[in-house]
């Protein structure tokens, strides 16, 4: 089969350069059939790559080295058992109950995580048809939405209440657990599924919420769903999906000092944009993220929905391992070795082929903070707010209140949020605590820390974090999704501006009006304590 | 579910790009506990500012909304497509939309269609010059037709079956009830139960 081969033109930028190189056509015959329906395949397969081609070389002046590499490859010759697999299409094809040609693949579902807000009407399907949930054994709710992060559910609203009863109902009713508010294990339910080690490699996990890839950090294949997608999944354990494509982002180098996992996600999706991923399961490769704590790479997985991709994950290793072993639901004894032997062949084999790669160079990488309204539109902290590109920069700049070639340093800020299924782990609280030395929140700043979980704020209230957080100024709350979305009391007032370590810099998402920052934990105490935003680096 | 083999009428332009579910639905109707009744808070917070394109009387009761690259981005709320139903959209039309965000609509019967930037555009500049001017989005036939044009859309053709056919999802998998319980037998002993 002869190859084919097209090069774009390399741009450059200073010392680094971009190489696009796309290769169209290996080992598939639809190649070969004529120009126009080249073209055709092109237009409608390879649409999302055009648009990541055009955000790099749009960004190329800003930003330093990236290679996006194509391969454009024949399903069925993947779909071969003799093939190597890359660790998404094993996960896949471990899960598959049904294949039917012209059909999406049938899915068996391991865990189905479920909370208050995405889960009534679910119910409320399921009730109307007379089903009930098949398998409430790998079903398990938490209460973390809308929960009040001070003073229990008496101080949740009326609605909110009520959601929260509805689903103490429908759990009390179908037999599944439930870790209500007040109770010792509750919390945001991509907290607790790992930390109760729930979470294992090689599971598929679904759950009504966008940020359920946080699990992928284990070497699972984990999605969020539509709120009719959980009513199929209670009803069959099982959910239809088409196959996606493999995409690999490898992120090579160390991270510098003072730049985080968080640094990482937020400098890829600065670079692809926020829809890159779309249509891909995402494996994240490389000595970087290799380097990185279960804390950290779930991190990254949580916010690869962020740049549009169904899934993001990381082949387990002993750090993974590590993590797992001795957590409640984690496997014991003989049944820990047979698991662990199990687990330790879910990498990506030699040889297999992705549909695209992505190569990012973690050294090269600084602390990064948002000036918009979606995650792409970032920049490292000693940058400035950059010139608008498009209508939508422009739209993001007005809402903002910012001017171009504004110092990202000369930005004051009013709100600091700790916290989120992104970064409220105990690491996070940790390297947040550790930025402190002493010092105190500014006064003009109100700052508060909100454990992703109660077994994450006793932790920390164990180790003297809680006691370091309060002496500097912070607020120390309880465990909740709280300000990430402003779903309970913790909102922004219109206009306010909060330095973040959540994953969504929306429009009004922390409180209408509001105005928000993603970063790292250490980036936001750092803003906390001077009043603006500020490179952590000059603190440490 | 109804059938659905095509949605015709007027056209509303939303002509941004990466318009987020937070913005379709803010979170503070997501309390509800109940599939409809979003419509009056669709957009809520843009709407509160005045002006806003989808108020203007010339695009009231329109059925097909036309909007920009990676429309409903962000979070898994399905309450993003209740609103947009219940505020009298049938289809979206957009040069690409959010994964979790399509499949809410298919299960909402909402036609969510993809069609190149170029004639996204089209459509755009035709209902900003003319408010009037009607579309079909044919699912049958997958098309988007109008006065003097025909844009061929591609959908997956198993979404576009359960569609056109009304099909419960759940129905059709229960029948594969022996697929699942052999599936089941063959799990691995380790895997976590909370029971």
Not at chain 1, 167 to 189: A, F, M, T
Not at chain 1, 467 to 489: D, H, I, Q, T, Y
Not at chain 1, 502 to 512: A, K, L, V
Not at chain 2, 77 to 106: K, M
Request: net charge neutral; proline share 6%.
């Amino acid at each position: 089969m002869p190859a084919e081969k097209e090069e774009a033109p390399a741009s450059r930028s200073g010392a680094f350069a971009i190489y696009l190189v796309v290769w169209l056509g290996r080992a598939c015959p639809r190649f070969n059939a004529n120009k126009a329906q080249k073209a055709k395949y092109y237009e409608t397969e390879h649409a999302w790559l055009r648009h990541v081609i055009g955000n790099v070389n749009e960004r190329s002046a800003a930003w330093g080295c990236v290679q996006v590499t194509n391969f454009a490859t024949e399903r069925d010759v993947k779909l071969s058992t003799a093939m190597p697999k890359t660790l998404a299409q094993k996960l896949w094809d471990a899960h598959v109950v049904r294949t039917a040609r012209g059909e999406p693949d049938l899915l068996f579902v391991d865990l189905h995580l479920v909370h208050e807000v995405t889960s009534p009407q679910a119910f409320e399907g399921l009730r109307m048809a007379g089903r009930r949930v098949r398998r409430p054994d790998l079903t398990v709710a938490t209460m973390d939405h809308n929960v009040p992060t001070r003073g229990g559910v008496r101080s949740a609203d009326e609605l909110s209440r009520k959601q929260m009863e509805v689903l103490d109902d429908n759990c009390r009713r179908e037999g599944i657990p439930l870790h209500r508010i007040g109770s010792r294990r509750q919390g945001i339910v991509h907290v607790i599924g790992p930390e109760l080690g729930l979470t294992q490699p090689g599971m598929l996990i679904v759950c009504g919420d966008s940020h359920t890839s946080t699990h992928g950090a284990f070497g699972a294949l984990a999605f969020g769903i539509g709120t009719s997608e959980v009513e199929i999944v209670l009803a069959t354990q099982c959910l239809p999906q088409k196959r996606q494509r493999d995409l690999a982002v490898n992120v090579t180098g160390a991270l510098p000092m003072g730049v985080t996992a968080k640094d990482i996600v937020l400098g890829l999706i600065g670079r692809t944009g926020t829809s890159a991923g779309q249509g891909h399961l995402v494996e994240y490769r490389g000595p970087a993220v290799r380097a990185l704590s279960m804390e950290g790479r779930m991190t990254v997985c949580n916010m690869s929905i962020e740049w549009g991709a169904k899934a993001g994950m990381v082949a387990p290793d002993d750090t993974t391992f590590a993590y797992v072993e001795g957590r409640p639901y984690a496997p014991k004894g003989a049944a820990w070795q047979t698991a662990l032997e199990s687990w330790r062949s879910l990498s990506t084999d030699d040889g297999a082929a992705f549909d695209a790669e992505i190569e990012l160079d973690a050294s090269r990488l600084e602390p990064h903070v948002t000036w918009g309204t979606t995650p792409g539109q970032v920049v490292p902290v000693t940058g400035r707010v950059p010139a608008p590109r498009s209508e939508t920069d422009e739209r993001a700049l007005r809402y903002m209140d910012l001017q171009p070639g504004t110092a990202l340093a000369d930005i004051a800020i009013d709100r600091v949020f700790i916290g989120s299924c992104t970064n409220a782990r105990i690491e996070d609280l940790r390297a947040a605590a550790n930025v402190i030395q002493g010092r105190r929140v500014h006064p003009k700043v109100r700052a508060m820390v909100v454990p992703g979980s109660t077994s994450v704020k006793r932790a920390a209230e164990d180790e003297g974090l809680d006691a370091v957080f309060k002496a500097a100024g912070f607020e120390w709350r309880n465990a909740g999704c709280s300000m990430c979305l402003g779903m309970n009391p913790d909102i922004l007032a219109p206009g306010e501006r909060c330095a973040s370590t959540s994953n969504r810099n929306f429009e009004g998402r922390q409180g209408s009006g509001g105005r928000t920052h993603l970063m790292s934990p250490p980036m936001a105490v750092a803003a906390a304590l001077t009043g603006h935003l500020v490179d952590v680096r000059e603190l440490l | 579910m109804q059938p659905i083999k095509q949605v015709s009428g007027r056209m509303a332009p939303l002509d941004l790009a990466d318009v987020d579910t937070d913005q379709i639905i803010p979170k503070q109707f997501l309390k509800r506990i109940e599939r409809t009744g979003y419509g009056p808070f669709l957009f809520y917070d843009w709407r509160a500012r005045g002006s806003f394109v989808l108020d203007r009387p010339e695009y009231a009761g329109a059925s097909v909304l036309v909007a920009g690259a990676n429309f409903g981005c962000g979070s898994s709320r399905e309450h993003a497509p209740w609103a947009l139903r219940d505020f009298g959209f049938r289809a979206i039309v957009a040069p690409s939309f959010a994964d979790i965000f399509r499949a809410n609509c298919y299960k909402t019967g909402l036609l969510a269609v993809t069609l190149p930037d170029s004639q996204v555009r089209h459509l755009m500049d035709l209902v900003s010059e003319d408010p009037t001017s009607e579309v079909v989005v044919d699912l049958a036939a997958q098309q988007v037709r109008g006065d003097g044009f025909e844009y061929r859309f591609d959908i997956d053709p198993f979404a576009r079956e359960m569609l056109l056919q009304g099909l419960d999802d759940i129905s059709l998998i229960e029948s594969h009830d022996a697929d699942i319980a052999a599936f089941e037998s063959r799990r691995e002993p380790w895997l976590p139960s909370v029971r």
